[in-house]
């Protein structure tokens, strides 16, 4: 038989293998009593106008109507549930979490960028967040603050010198929002002055959108049930330009700070104290590489979604003049008390601005799911019964969907920050926007001060409107899971010059 003869078998009794195993595990759904969910025909339905997390929004709503729990998702490679049900839901955040406790997401040992505290599999998870989770206590935050506040001081004064040039007053906040967001985080992070707010072609801009755009491939987030096909061909995201960027800014920083014996409130300062502390390093060594994962993973969790928090808020505040005049008279009655300046406890007792941040990401969350994958077997109860679970099952929680579900959220396309009065009680897991549960985003509290320190330092120099310019809806990338794309142009007053 020929060679071309030979690899045409050889490829056909692959596709045979891949067909009885992809009908084995179809008739182990139905056994199960779970039905498929086409992943392809949804994927072809999206448009500009329906992208994905609607249609997926939509199924979840038509679930939850005929309390079906579970949807299949089934690639051989990959098997998958698609979870409504809200107690199973609760089941794999919080209640069984160490069971689920991977997202399921690949990881690279060979690349640091690829094997941080959002990929690694739980052994080494557990030991990274414990690590970590100084940085982003309450303490930390505090220390913060100062290198936060001064980036609003500096966000103000280029908003107005970006208005007088205006004669319309009309300012596109996407961009102005994302280069605040570099700022605070490059500051409180690498200790590093970015100056993109200043400078529009800074370099950290520049790579932080090169960064968070270069990887964004949903399906091959996921790692594979069988052979890890990923790892196997040593498959990296980012650049060799970005990886190089990052990699040097780490190092560089952590010898010149180690030399000159410098210390500072931030990110950098904590990673460093831990990997030289021989107690740490116990269990678990946090090496030059691993910080250099930590330090990039930190600055693109934290680089676009609050940036995009914020001027989503902004937008909503425009579109909703009465809730933008309630925030702002809130701020400038705390304000009377803390001799005008937003200190720490002034932004602590802002709670109708942290409500409409917490409705702004309600409406639009950052990831159209939580994931989750199970290491081992085991069954979930659910509302009307339970399932068995085998191990390495992907499970996609829909947290647009359920963050947008009416009967949580009556009239969910209104922006509503009265939906988080303290007096109003809800459903565990039904506020997901920033995962729930021991795996949850360990920057909330983090990412509240910033987002309430900005905005009430916004509200109180400007106000916000909307204008011919101003999207209607906000629209997603078709093939976007995530992320609102589109240019946000409001008009922008100046209150007291
Ligand atoms: C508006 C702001 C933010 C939102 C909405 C957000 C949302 C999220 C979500 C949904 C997750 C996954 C949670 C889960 O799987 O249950 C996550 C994880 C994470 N976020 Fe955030 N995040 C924000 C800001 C930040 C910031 C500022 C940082 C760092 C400076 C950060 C660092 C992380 C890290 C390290 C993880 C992985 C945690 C782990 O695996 O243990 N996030 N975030």
């Known amino acids: 038989m020929s060679l071309v003869g030979a690899l045409f078998l050889l490829l056909l009794l692959f596709v045979i293998i891949i067909l009885l195993k992809y009908c084995e595990r179809v008739w182990y759904w139905r056994k199960q009593n779970v039905e498929l969910l086409n992943i392809f025909s949804v994927l072809q339905k999206a448009t500009k106008d329906k992208p994905l997390y609607r249609i997926l929004q939509n199924i979840y709503q038509d679930m939850y109507e005929k309390r079906e729990s579970f949807k299949a ?176 800014l780490v190092k560089e920083t952590i010898e010149y700070r180690e030399k000159y014996g410098i210390q500072r409130a931030d990110f950098m300062d904590i990673l460093i104290k831990i990997k030289n502390d021989p107690q740490e390093s116990k269990n678990f060594e946090l090496t030059l590489d691993r910080i250099v994962g930590e330090v990039f993973l930190f600055f693109t969790a934290g680089y676009n979604t609050t940036s995009s928090a914020l001027c989503e808020a902004l937008y909503e505040l425009a579109k909703n003049p009465e809730i933008q005049d309630k925030a702002r008279s809130q701020v400038m009655d705390i304000l009377d008390r803390h001799n005008n300046n937003i200190t720490l406890e002034a932004v602590k007792e802002m709670r109708y601005i942290k409500q409409i941040i917490m409705e702004t990401l309600r409406k639009y969350p950052l990831l159209f799911a939580v994931s989750r994958y199970s290491r081992r077997a085991c069954t979930l109860p659910t509302t009307n019964g339970s399932l068995n679970i085998e191990p390495n099952t992907l499970l996609l929680i829909p947290s647009h969907a359920v963050n947008n579900n009416p009967e949580f959220y009556p009239e969910p396309d209104i922006f509503q920050p009265e939906r988080f009065d303290k007096d109003v009680k809800r459903p565990a897991c039904t506020y997901l926007s920033f995962g729930e549960g021991p795996k949850a985003c360990p920057a909330i509290n983090f990412s509240y001060i910033e987002m309430v320190c900005c905005l009430a330092t916004l509200l109180r120099h400007f106000r916000f409107s909307t204008c011919e310019k101003t999207p209607k809806e906000l629209l997603f990338n078709k093939e976007m899971l995530r992320l609102s794309v589109e240019n946000i142009f409001l008009k922008v007053e100046p209150l007291n010059k």
């Not at 051989?76 to 809200?86: E, K, N, R, T, W």
């Not at 002055?193 to 200043?198: A, F, G, T, Y």
């Open 73 to 248: 998702i089934e690639l051989v490679l990959i098997s998958g549930l698609f979870v409504q049900d809200q107690k199973a839901i609760e089941q794999i955040l919080v209640t069984q979490y160490e069971s689920f406790a991977d997202r399921g997401l690949y990881a690279n040992p060979n690349d640091p960028f690829l094997a941080n505290m959002g990929r690694l599999e739980y052994d080494q998870w557990r030991h990274l967040r414990r690590k970590l989770q100084p940085c982003f206590s309450a303490n930390s935050t505090k220390a913060m603050y100062p290198l936060m506040h001064r980036v609003c001081g500096e966000f103000v004064q280029v908003l107005r010198e970006s208005v007088t040039q205006k004669r319309d007053n009309i300012l596109e906040m996407r961009d102005l929002c994302s280069r605040f967001a570099v700022d605070v985080i490059g500051s409180v992070g690498f200790g590093v002055e970015c100056n993109s707010l200043r400078d529009v072609n800074a370099k950290f801009r520049y790579f932080g959108d090169k960064a968070t755009t270069e990887h964004f491939r949903p399906l091959l987030q996921f790692k594979t049930k069988y052979l890890n096909i990923l790892k196997i061909f040593n498959v990296k995201y980012h650049s060799q330009e970005t990886r190089e960027f990052f990699t040097q």
